[in-house]
């Protein structure tokens, strides 16, 4: 083989060999810098990954927390309203009560209401009684002319006589003439309806 043609093959060689070399630096930088961002690409991932999972238990948390404090709102709405339930109920059977106090009063007092009209019958009597507080009897004996004495401030023998009838006349603001005529009587009538 010429000198020539050696030297050649030789350069040839060397080429090759380097281009090998080279090729496999290339190749090994190659892979260490893939390696190198599947490394960092992963680590994003994992990152990214923590950050999400870290956000879901955040959000989870709120969910529970609005949760329990609409669940505490609603308790304390339930309860408010039963309170109000419960008072206006209350006020309901008091306005009841006071009602049907107000009507058994009525009805009472309109069981004795006189009128007047100067006229002493049985009722006259009874009203007397009534407010006077001796048996609701109508007849006017000795017990029910003593509390009448008593009230005008006539001697309480039991006996009704021109005296008792001047006191009571004194007593309600009308002629004194001893006589139970229809001026007195109207008056006395009008002042057991006021007793009532």
């Known amino acids: 083989m010429p000198l020539f043609g050696k030297k050649a093959e030789e350069t040839k060689e060397k080429i090759a060999k380097e281009a090998t070399e080279v090729k496999e630096k290339l190749t090994k930088e190659a892979a260490e810098a893939k390696a190198a961002h599947e ?7 994992a990152a990214t990954q923590a ?3 870290e956000a ?17 709102a609603e308790a304390k709405i339930a309860a408010a309203a039963a309170k109000v339930e419960a008072e206006a109920k209350e006020i309901e059977e008091k ?9 058994a009063e009525i009805k009472e007092k309109s069981k004795y209401t006189l009128a007047v009209d100067g006229e002493w019958g049985k009722l006259t009597t009874i009203t007397t009684q009534h407010i006077l507080g001796v048996e609701e009897d109508g007849v006017i004996g000795p017990v029910t002319t003593k509390a009448i004495q008593k009230k005008v401030g ?3 023998d039991g006996d ?3 005296m008792t009838t001047k006191a009571m006349q004194k007593f309600l603001g009308v002629t004194v ?6 001026e007195t009587v109207k008056a006395w009538q009008t002042w057991c309806n006021k007793q009532l």
């Open 39 to 45: 490394a960092k690409a992963a680590e994003i991932k």
């Open 51 to 53: 950050k999400i999972a």
């Open 56 to 72: 879901e238990q955040a959000k989870a948390a709120a969910e529970a927390k609005a949760a329990e404090i609409k669940a505490k």
């Open 95 to 103: 306005a009841e009560e006071a009602k049907a106090k107000v009507e």
């Open 154 to 156: 006539a001697d309480p």
């Open 160 to 162: 009704w006589g021109p």
């Open 177 to 182: 003439d001893g006589i139970k005529g229809p």
